[in-house]
């Protein structure tokens, strides 16, 4: 389904975010992409987004070369992603329920439909009687709930989470994993980076970076 | 169509929403933009009062022919023979138009508050005339024809009619082309301030940008609510401005009242009729919208 054929990602001279990456992922697969900061994680899910292009070689998302679509292309690429990156906070000047309603309203979906969805998605990661809270009265680990229920109210076909659990507490953490784990388990692509490893037993493959570059990659036995 | 219509909708929502964060900047510059607008509507207005007048009156040659007020209806009948021979002989392609004194008394008391006046003095006391009007004729040809007149029988007083009403007629023209060039000077700094507002606006929005665009939203979803902003700007600033003129004329009408009284004439200034209007509100929308768009492709192209 998501296809790395000799990818490499360079920022400038000598300056690479991804060294002659190659890897294959199937549908209903979580992944997790494990290594210290600066290993290449977030750009490897950027490229998936279409948000980075690769400096050589290709990304393919069903069998669709990501680094060959065009810039109008991209946003129909997306809808059918469910993204949770460190750029996309919630936008503060809305309810909760307007937040997670949003990737509804940009693809024209009826007003209607878009709550009854979006109230859906809450209830999935129990947040149902937060919806008419503004975002900066939840807590951090809400937040991330809500960032979830956002990414997966379109019903994407993958999830992509940038370091999902970053300044959580433990609780907060489990709770988002299991969420994640959830969505999984009902057939979702779920790729999750994450400096943290102790989670690591929770996915059904580990793949670990470092300097942009796969140094080891393995299933997990506990999730399998 | 639904789809369409429910993302112009959310457009126009969104627009809203952004303004009223902060009205007093959107108002501010509604008025700045009504400033600019209100100029050449102004010049539009007065060009717009004045043309009837111009246009009332004939631009060709025109020669009036005043007999002597003792003159007997029958010589001056007679007179448009040798009148028409001479304009023949002179080559002049005219038309010649008898006017008795009872008609020029009552175009008079129609038109004018000099009929009043007139009614005092008992009786008619204007001549029989012929008013003569002459076609492809040059100035020079027209002085020479009003020598000739001068030499008929029972002619008192020969008078060239139409220099004032070309002046006139130039000077609109004028006013026309100055008011062309103003407009479209105004229309840049238009487009340059609803430019920078918008600029503003998505430097601010930035955020919440980045956010629609990872969720899926196509650039025109995302540039619909800042069009719609610059065009109710434009269509706002429009209305104030046609307001601000409409408001201005009522003073400015006392004060030409009192000096159309010393000509003895009643002239006053209205406001653009509804067409006109309608077409400046259209203009001025489609400048903040023109401002907007360039605008917002341009701070959202840097942005990628």
Redesign the interface.
Known sequence: MIEFHNVSKEYSRDVYALRDVSLSIAPGELIFLAGPSGAGKSTLLKMIAGVERPSSGTVSVNGQDIGKLKAGSLPYLRRKLGLILQEQKLLLDRSVLANVMLPLVVTGASGAEAENRARTALEKVSLADKAHALPQALSGGEQQRVAIARAIVNRPQIILADEPTAFLDRDNANKVLSALKAFQSAGVTCIISSHDEQFLDKASRVIYLSNGVITDSWHSAIAA | M???F??HL?ALKSAWSHLS?SPGNFLFNVLVVAIALALPIAGLTLIENVRPISSQLSIEPEISVFLQPATARADATALSVPLKKMLKDANVSARVNFVTKDKALAAIEETSSLAEVLSTLGGNPLPDAYVISLSNTDAARVDSVAQQLKTLPNVDVVQVDSAWVKRLAALVQVLQLSLLFLAVTLAVVVIVVVFNATRLQVISHQ??I??????????S?IHRPYYYTGAMLGLLAGSTALGMIALSLQPLNQAIAEFAKLYASEFHLIPLGLLPSAALLAISTILGLCGAFLSVRRQLARA?
């Not at chain 2, 980045?210 to 650039?219: D, I, P, Q, S």
Request: charged share 20%; net charge positive; proline share 0%.
């Open positions: 639904r789809v369409w429910r993302q959310f964060v955020a919440e980045t956010v629609a665009k990872m969720l899926g939203a196509t650039n979803f990628n």
